[in-house]
C-alpha cells in the first residue's frame, strides 16, 4: 500500500495548501479535509471465513468535509452535522482470495459530546460503493465464499474522538465497523465484517459558526403517517446455479412521529420471490405452487429523520411462509427519500439474521 499512502498524503497536503490560500472564499464547497490510516480484523460470521483469513487489516480514508450551519431545523436538531465524502482503500484479510477493497462513500456524520470545542466525541455513518479486486471463481478462487462480484455495497460505522491541535488541525481517533456486500445479487455473499480502530488528521479550511442556543422546536404538524411503498430487485440463486430471479416487495405502514428527528410504527409486507422454488419443506417430487412464491410479514419499525431523507430499521416476522428460508424472521434497513409532494424514494436491504436476501429500490406514497 505504500504507493497508495503517498499519493493519498499528497492529495491531502495539496489541498491544505490550496486551502491555505483560499481561506477567505466562501465559495469552497466543503470547509474541513481529512485523512486517516486504519487498522483492524475481520469479524469471521462463519468458520471458512476466519479459517481463510491470514492477516489483519489495514486501510486508508481521505474526506472532504462541509459543517453544516444550523439554519435549517434537522441541522439543529442533530447540532450543527457534517455531511461528506470519501475515498477508502484497505486490504481485507487475506491478499490472495479477496484482494484489495476501493471504495467511494458519502457520510453524515453529528456530534454527542463537546468541551469546549477542544474535545468533540461524534459519530459517523457512511454508505457507498465498493469495487474489490478478487471473486469467487470455480477453477481459480473456490475459497473466496464472501465476495461474489467486483462491485459491492459499502457501509461504515464509527465512533470518533477530535482533540484540538492547534487552531486549524484536530487529531482524530475511533472505533468502528465496516460492511461489504452485493445484498445477495451475484453469488456467494457471505459479505466482509471488519472492525478497525483509526487515527488521523483533520484540517479546518475555516472555522464554522457557533450553534444559536435560542433556538426553539415548533410543534410537529402531522404526528401520523401512513404510506404504501412498492419495491423490486434482483436476487442471484447460488455459485453452482447460474441464475437470477425477480424479487418484489409491498411494504404498507403506519408509523407516528413523536420527535422532529424520529418516528416509530408498524406495519404489513408482501413479498414475492421467485427464487423460493428453489426452496421446499415437502420432497422434491411434490414440487411447489405459485402461492408458494409469496411471503406474508408484519413489522415493527423505527426512522431517523434526517431532513427530507430517513434511515429505516424494520424487524418483521412471516404469518405465512411455505417455503421455508433460513428464519420466520427478518430485517429490513434502508434510506428513503420524501419528496414535498409526498413521493417516497426507496433503497433498502432485507435480510435474515446476518444474510442478505435481496437489495430493493421502490416508489410509494405518504398520507
Not at 63 to 90: C, F, M, R, S, T
Not at 183 to 189: A, E, V
Request: charged content about 20%; aromatic content about 16%.
Amino acid at each position: 500500500m505504500g504507493k497508495q499512502t503517498i499519493l493519498l498524503l499528497f492529495i491531502f497536503f495539496a489541498g491544505t495548501t490550496c486551502a491555505q490560500e483560499k481561506k477567505q472564499d466562501k465559495e469552497l464547497p466543503f470547509d474541513q479535509t481529512e485523512i486517516s490510516y486504519n487498522s483492524g480484523m475481520i469479524m469471521p460470521h462463519v468458520p471458512a471465513i476466519d479459517f481463510i483469513t491470514n492477516e489483519y487489516i489495514s486501510s486508508f480514508n481521505l474526506n472532504l468535509i462541509k459543517k453544516k450551519d444550523g439554519k435549517k431545523l434537522w441541522e439543529n436538531l442533530y447540532h450543527q452535522p457534517a455531511l461528506g465524502v470519501g475515498y477508502y482503500h484497505g486490504s481485507l484479510g487475506n491478499r490472495e482470495v479477496y484482494g484489495n477493497a476501493h471504495s467511494v462513500y458519502a457520510f453524515f456524520e453529528a456530534p454527542i459530546w463537546n468541551i469546549r470545542n477542544q474535545l468533540e466525541l461524534n459519530y459517523r455513518m457512511s454508505t457507498g460503493l465498493s469495487y474489490i479486486s478478487k471473486t469467487f471463481d470455480i477453477y481459480n478462487n473456490i475459497y473466496n465464499i464472501a465476495i461474489g462480484s467486483h462491485l459491492n455495497l459499502h457501509f461504515n460505522l464509527f465512533l470518533n474522538a477530535l482533540i484540538n491541535i492547534t487552531e486549524d488541525y484536530k487529531l482524530i481517533s475511533g472505533i468502528g465497523f465496516t460492511h461489504f456486500s452485493n445484498g445477495k445479487i451475484k453469488s456467494p455473499n457471505k459479505g466482509l465484517n471488519v472492525i478497525n480502530g483509526s487515527l488521523g488528521i483533520r484540517y479546518f479550511f475555516s472555522q464554522p459558526e457557533p450553534l444559536k442556543k435560542d433556538f426553539t422546536q415548533p410543534e410537529i404538524p402531522d404526528k401520523n403517517h401512513f404510506s404504501v411503498i412498492w419495491s423490486h430487485g434482483l436476487k442471484d440463486y447460488n455459485r453452482f446455479k447460474k441464475a437470477v430471479y425477480y424479487i418484489s416487495s409491498l411494504n404498507m405502514s403506519y408509523e407516528r412521529q413523536y420527535a422532529h428527528f424520529a418516528k416509530a410504527g408498524t406495519g404489513l409486507d408482501v413479498f414475492y420471490n421467485s427464487a423460493l422454488r428453489n426452496f421446499r419443506e415437502e420432497p422434491v417430487r411434490t414440487g411447489i405452487t405459485s402461492s408458494d412464491l409469496y411471503r406474508l410479514g408484519m413489522h415493527i419499525s423505527h426512522d431517523f429523520i434526517v431532513g427530507d431523507f430517513s434511515l429505516t430499521i424494520q424487524l418483521g416476522h412471516y404469518f405465512y411462509n411455505k417455503a421455508f428460508y433460513i428464519t420466520d424472521i427478518y430485517n429490513r434497513i434502508g434510506l428513503r427519500y420524501y419528496s414535498d409532494d409526498r413521493i417516497i424514494l426507496n433503497l433498502s436491504l432485507k435480510s435474515h439474521n446476518a444474510n442478505a436476501e435481496f437489495i430493493e429500490f421502490g416508489i410509494g406514497y405518504l398520507w
